[in-house]
């Protein structure tokens, strides 16, 4: 089956400065999509980004991140985190081109606490 | 605009114990449902999902079981609550055919001791 790797569990950021959270996958079915979820403290996931295009840059609430489906990746980034960006983030694939539903597999998560 | 209700918002309960979790889908007709588990610390695991009324798959085994009553309700239950229930329950809905987003709901907290 598909998996989702986010290597690390905790990122931790100073107020401003650049973060960048890491996601690879392997897929052995038609995967449709990739989403970037984040998940604030006692709330639901929420998508924060998704895509479908191989080597298009998709952007929402200053993050961007972009599909390469050459090197299996789908990392995330922002040039200047905000104390409001800490949360928890999933990288998530969908696999669901021969049945009419979406199977979202999950990675990890990763946790961003951005600092003064 | 769809709205999505979990009920209970948490629940303590003993080993051995039932459990009844809702999830209620408005504003979207014939919806796909899912629910999730999320334990302490951990990952998003679908459970079961469904396409239709009265038809619900599983995806991991966990003593638990699901149901689908009507459209736009969907009950995760067991009769006999293990230590390792406990998490965070999360029921998720998307459009069929074609979209692959999946919108999540509030989520219902459960210890079980």
């Known amino acids: 089956g598909d998996s989702v790797t986010q290597t690390e569990g905790l990122v931790t950021v100073t107020e401003g400065l650049p973060v960048k959270l890491n996601c690879t996958y392997q897929?052995?079915?038609?995967?449709?999509?990739f989403f970037w979820y984040v998940q604030y403290l006692n709330e639901a996931p929420q998508v924060l980004l998704k895509?479908?295009?191989?080597?298009k840059r998709t952007e929402h609430q200053g993050f961007h991140a972009t599909l390469h489906k050459s090197s299996s990746s789908f990392h995330l980034q922002k040039s200047s985190a905000q104390l409001s960006d800490s949360a928890l983030y999933y990288c998530a694939l969908s696999e669901g081109a021969s049945s009419s539903f979406s199977k979202l597999v999950f990675g990890q998560g990763t946790s961003l606490s951005v600092v003064p | 605009a769809q709205t999505i209700h979990q009920w209970p918002v948490a629940e303590i309960k003993a080993v051995g114990s039932p459990l009844s979790l809702g999830c209620t889908i408005k504003g979207k007709s014939s919806p796909n449902l899912y629910w999730y588990w999320q334990a302490t610390g951990g990952t998003l695991q679908q459970l079961f999902y469904?396409?239709?009324?009265?038809?619900v798959e599983s995806v991991v085994q966990l003593n638990l079981s699901a149901s689908r009553p009507k459209d736009d309700q969907f009950i995760l239950s067991t009769e006999k609550l293990l230590l390792s229930h406990s998490g965070f329950y999360l029921c998720?809905?998307?459009?069929?055919?074609?979209?692959?987003?999946?919108?999540f709901g509030p989520g219902t907290r459960l210890t079980v001791l």
């Open positions: 998720a809905w998307s459009r069929d055919w074609g979209s692959y987003e999946q919108y």
């Open positions: 897929t052995t079915y038609l995967t449709i999509a």
């Open positions: 469904s396409i239709t009324v009265g038809q």
């Open positions: 895509s479908s295009t191989d080597n």
